[in-house]
């Protein structure tokens, strides 16, 4: 662009090109939510982009400009949980740790739309393994995530043996709470279970 002498040079504003929408992350976020809201209210089977849309308060082309499908929009929902992540317990006790775990786990199992939503999901993936394998991700990675690091804190205070196995013990970790929330879905834990299953898990890590 040429300029009179004396004058400033002025540049032409760059302009977004047509076409690139830019995705407002606050849009975004609502249909995350939505999605939750209609997976507990009728099920993986039975959401639609256009109820997901409605709950959210948007137009069905902001679900599809950032998901081209439901089960691809799900997919994203449900992967993005492992990478939450729970806050590793540093109690200075492998018991005390694990039912800080617990205590944070059960909340969350047993929250109605969890309570809801994991035993859908899960006769879902049977049929599907794309959603399968993300349902198992979220289920484990977290989860496993904070459990390695209860397991290596243990074993470097000595409670534990450094070479146990590690599958087992995230199996002994792990299992219980989501057998009686999600499997049996029992409606409410015993007085004392919470601790009871912290003492008892810590004594099958030590016997290991």
């Known amino acids: 662009m040429t300029t009179n002498p004396g ?6 504003r760059r302009r977004t090109p047509a076409g690139a929408a830019v995705l407002r992350e606050d849009v ?21 982009i256009e ?10 082309t902001a679900v599809y400009r950032r998901w081209r499908s439901k089960l691809h929009l799900v997919l994203d929902v449900v992967s993005a949980l492992a990478v939450q992540g729970l806050p590793a317990p540093d109690t200075g006790s ?3 740790d694990l039912r800080l775990l617990y205590e944070v786990t ?16 899960q006769a879902e993936a049977a049929r599907n393994p794309d959603l399968a394998e993300a349902v198992q ?7 496993e995530g904070v459990a390695s690091s209860i397991l290596a804190a243990a074993a470097e205070r000595g ?17 219980p709470l989501y057998w009686r929330a999600v ?10 279970y919470l601790a009871a299953l912290a003492r008892g898990t810590a004594a099958a890590l030590k016997a290991l």
């Open 7 to 12: 004058e400033p040079e002025t540049r032409p």
């Open 28 to 48: 975004t976020e609502a249909i995350r939510a939505a999605v939750f809201g209609e997976l507990a209210a009728v099920g993986y089977a039975r959401m639609s």
């Open 51 to 60: 109820g997901i849309a409605r709950r959210a308060g948007v137009g069905k």
């Open 94 to 96: 492998l018991e005390t």
């Open 106 to 121: 059960s909340r969350a199992l047993r929250h109605p739309v969890a309570s809801q939503i994991l035993p859908d999901l």
């Open 137 to 143: 991700k979220a289920l484990r990675d977290g989860q």
């Open 159 to 175: 409670e534990i043996r450094a070479g146990l196995d590690r599958d087992l013990a995230l199996d002994l970790i792990s299992g």
């Open 183 to 192: 499997v049996i879905r029992a409606p409410k834990l015993p007085k004392g």
